[in-house]
């Protein structure tokens, strides 16, 4: 997860919760209004991979928390744009994905501040945490829970 740069600031409001990732895709499977909103890097979507909905005809909405030259300050505001794109209602169930669930957890806090009242946040990520041997993707995680997904 990226530190928190000195200059941001942690939204006040809270979030509906953390989930699991089995959990998430089980509603995204039976609610067609929910979304996954998967918040990692350009780089982590290629190079590792990323959920892939087409069996439930979706798509997630990639938006990067952070990019490779530091906080993305646009980020509120390409979420709001890309929820009200797809006209998803305040009620709506909404699902934060990134690595292990640290940017994800923020991400969902700032959604609630735009006042999205079912913001989740998929506590495990794409990966997972660390095992014993300091590595992801045995431990938990989206991959782990062999979920779908792709890789370019």
């Not at 979304?35 to 439930?56: A, F, K, M």
């Not at 794109?85 to 735009?114: D, N, W």
Request: net charge negative.
């Amino acid at each position: 997860m990226a530190t928190k740069p000195s200059d941001w600031k942690m939204p006040a409001g809270d979030y509906a919760g953390d989930v699991a990732p089995q959990a998430a895709w089980d509603v995204l499977a039976a609610d067609p209004d929910a979304v996954l909103v998967d918040v990692r890097t350009q780089v982590e979507w290629n190079l590792i991979g990323r959920p892939d909905l087409s069996s439930l005809d979706k798509e997630p909405v990639c938006l990067q928390w952070v990019t490779m030259q530091g906080p993305n300050k646009q980020f509120v505001a390409e979420l709001q744009a890309a929820l009200d794109e797809r006209h998803v209602a305040k009620h709506v169930p909404v699902y934060f994905m990134c690595q292990s669930g640290g940017r994800s957890k923020i991400a969902a806090m700032q959604c609630t501040e735009l006042g999205y009242t079912a913001a989740f946040n998929i506590a495990e990520g794409f990966e997972g945490p660390l095992d014993e041997q300091q590595h992801r993707n045995s431990v938990g995680g989206w991959k782990v829970a062999q979920l779908p997904w792709t890789q370019t």
